[in-house]
């Protein structure tokens, strides 16, 4: 009886295992950092990369949070390069052209 006991013990503890060891990138808004802090993180190699022009803490056109990221030329070879998300925040790609100070 104590065997099948600590049996069972031990598979449901294997399971809860499983399960939390899944897919950490689809966190929860409970668990991501705040935007502010995602976006200052990564904004140096986002600039880093060639026709990146700017970076800055958007919105969704359903008013969620987004990273959008400035690009002069929006290209194909350009979206494969930049992230879809960037822990856990979608990324949005807008072509703005060359941005100069005036």
């Known amino acids: 009886m104590r065997f099948t006991t600590f049996a069972a013990l031990l598979v449901g503890i294997a399971l809860l295992s499983g399960c939390r060891a899944a897919d950490h990138s689809a966190q929860t808004p409970m668990s991501r950092r705040p935007i502010e802090q995602v976006l200052h993180d990564h904004a140096a190699t986002l600039m880093a990369e060639a026709g990146v022009v700017g970076v800055y803490q958007g919105a969704l056109a359903d008013g969620s949070p987004c990273i959008g990221i400035m690009v002069v030329k929006k ?5 494969k390069k930049l992230p879809r998300t960037l822990e856990g925040y979608p990324v949005r790609i807008d072509e703005t052209g060359e941005i100069r100070p005036r």
Do not use: D, G
């Open 75 to 79: 290209t194909a070879e350009l979206e």
